[in-house]
C-alpha cells in the first residue's frame, strides 16, 4: 500500500467520504511510513487502528506533543504542547475552568445564543446554516469563556482559519508559503492578547483571560509568555472544532431522514446520540505526536523523531473495537471512543463542546421542521478539522406554528 499523504491532507473529495480510506488503512496498513515535509525527521509514520492509537495516546514518554502541532507559535502552545510533568500543573489550573460544574453555569447563556440564532432564520425555510447557525453559535459561546470581545469575532474567524485551514486559505500546501502565513497570523494574534491582558490588569472580568493575569501555579504568577501561549491554545482549538462537528452531525442527520426522525423522537437519549455522532464522525480527524525512541509498529520501523500521525477518526470506525461501527447505535457502550483525544492531552473543553452539542439540537429540533439539503445542493468538507464550506438546509413549517 502506498500511501499519499499529501493527498489525504487537502483532497476535498476524501474529506466529503474518509471511510473506505480509513478501512483500507486499517485493514492493509496499520502502521505505514511516509514522507512528509513538516516532520523533523522528514518521516511521518501514520497509525490507523484503534489499540495502537489507544496506546500511543496514553505513553507520552513514547509519543511527545511538543513541536508536533505547527502553527506559527512562538513557544509550545500550553497545554497542548507540554509534556508530563510539567502538562499537570497547567492542567491544574485551567480544568476548573472546563469541568462539567463550571459548563453547567454556562447553559443557560448557551441556550439563549442558540435561541437567538435561529430565531433569525426560522421562517426563511431555507438558509447556509454553516454561515447562519454552526460558526456563530459556538464561537459566540466561547469568546464568552475566554474573554475576547464578541465584536471581534470576525477578525478572529479570519486568524483562525490561517492557522488552523492554512492550505486552503493559502491556496497552497507549500511549507515555506504556509509557515510565513502562520507566523504573520500568530504575531497578530500575541500582540492582540497582549493588550487583553493588559486591559484585564485594570478591569477584571469572569473571564480565562482575568483568571490568568490572577493565578498562581506552584506559587508562582503566570509569565506573561505562559498566559500568551495558553490565549494562543484556547483561540486555536475553541473556535473551530465545534463548528466542524455541527456541521458533521447536521450533514448526517439531513442525509438521513430516519435518523433525524429517530433523534427527535428520544430527546431522553440526546446524550448518546452525541456521543454516537462524535465517534462515527470525529470532525478532528487526526493528532500528531513525535517518537522519542526507536520502535516497530506492526512491523514497521518508527525512528526518534519521526512524526507519528494518529487517525482518531480511522481508530473509532474500527470494526475490530466498534460492532457495525458506521450505525448509529444510541444503545452502545461507546465512552472509550477518541473523538476528544486521550490520555493526558484529552480535549481540555470536552465537557463545553459536549453541552454545546446537546443544546444546539435541542434547539433545533424544537424550533425548525425536519430539514434536510436542498436539492441540487451539496455540502463539500474541508480536510483535517472538517468544517464545511457552506451547508445549504432547507427545512418544513417550524415546530412552533
Sequence with gaps: VELDLSSMMTDPALANNP????????????????????????????????????????????????????????????????????????????????????????????????????????????????????????????LNVVGFPVEDLDRFLVWKDALVHGEDVAGSDDLNVLRELWKKTANELYAYFDKLLDRRIEDPAGDLATRLVQAEVDGDPLTRNEMLDILFLQMAAGLDTVTATLDCVLTRLAKDPELQAAARSEPEKMRQIVEELLRIETPVSLVLRYATEDMVIHDVPIAKGDLVMLMLAAANNDDREFDDPQTLDVDRNNTRHLAFGGGVHRCLGSHLARQELSIALEEIFATLGPFSIPEGEEVNFVPGIRTAHSLPLEWKASVAT
Design 19 to 142: 471511510w473506505p480510506v480509513y478501512a483500507g488503512l486499517r485493514d492493509h496498513a496499520p502502521a505505514i511510513a511516509a514522507p512528509f515535509s513538516r516532520s523533523r525527521s522528514g518521516t511521518v509514520v501514520v497509525l490507523s487502528r484503534y489499540e495502537d492509537i489507544r496506546k500511543a495516546l496514553s505513553s507520552p514518554e513514547l509519543f511527545e506533543a511538543n513541536g508536533a502541532n505547527e502553527m506559527g507559535q512562538q513557544r509550545p502552545c500550553i497545554p497542548l504542547d507540554v509534556d508530563p510533568p510539567n502538562h499537570a500543573k497547567y492542567r491544574k489550573l485551567l480544568d476548573p475552568l472546563f469541568s462539567p460544574r463550571a459548563v453547567r453555569a454556562m447553559a443557560d447563556e448557551t441556550r439563549a445564543i442558540a435561541k437567538e440564532l435561529l430565531a433569525k432564520v426560522v421562517e426563511d425555510g431555507r438558509t447556509d446554516f454553516h454561515a447562519a447557525f454552526t460558526v456563530p453559535f459556538p464561537c459566540r459561546v466561547f
